[in-house]
C-alpha cells in the first residue's frame, strides 16, 4: 500500500491559477509512475495528466494541454500539478495515483489513489 496526499485544491475564479501537490512518504514513490485524475460530479473519473518515474517524460489529456503542468521532485517526494487559465469545466476533485503502467498516450492505469483535493473554479 501506498498513501499519497494531495493539497492545494480551493476556490478559485475562472482565469486563475492553483498548484496541486500530491506528496507521500513512501522510499518506493519514485519509482512510480505519478497520475493527475479528476472527477466532476456526474461525471466518470478522467486522467489529467501523468509523469513517468524512470525520464521524467509526461503526458496530457487536450483538455490540460497549455495549461497544465506536471512536475516531480524525487527529493521531496512530491508530484505537484500546476493549472493556469482555469475554467469552471475544470471543476472536480483530483486525485493522484500511482501508476500500475507507463505514462504514455491518453489512458493510464492507476493503482495506488489519494484521497482527492476539491478544485472549484467560478464564473
Known amino acids: 500500500q501506498v498513501q499519497l496526499v494531495e493539497s492545494g485544491g480551493g476556490l478559485v475564479q475562472a482565469g486563475g491559477s492553483l498548484r496541486l501537490s500530491c506528496v507521500s512518504s513512501?522510499?518506493?514513490?519514485?519509482?512510480?509512475?505519478i497520475g493527475w485524475f479528476r472527477q466532476a460530479p456526474g461525471k466518470e473519473r478522467e486522467g489529467v495528466s501523468c509523469i513517468s518515474s524512470s525520464d521524467g517524460s509526461t503526458a496530457y489529456q487536450d483538455s490540460a494541454k497549455g495549461r497544465f503542468t506536471i512536475s516531480r521532485d524525487t527529493a521531496k517526494n512530491t508530484v505537484d500539478l500546476q493549472m493556469n487559465s482555469l475554467k469552471p469545466e475544470d471543476t472536480a476533485v483530483y486525485y493522484c495515483?500511482?501508476?500500475?503502467?507507463?505514462?504514455?498516450?491518453?489512458?493510464?492505469?492507476?493503482?495506488?489513489w489519494g484521497q482527492g483535493t476539491q478544485v472549484t473554479v467560478s464564473s
Open positions: 495515483a500511482t501508476l500500475s503502467g507507463p505514462c504514455r498516450g491518453r489512458t493510464w492505469m492507476a493503482h495506488y
Open positions: 513512501e522510499r518506493t514513490f519514485n519509482r512510480y509512475a
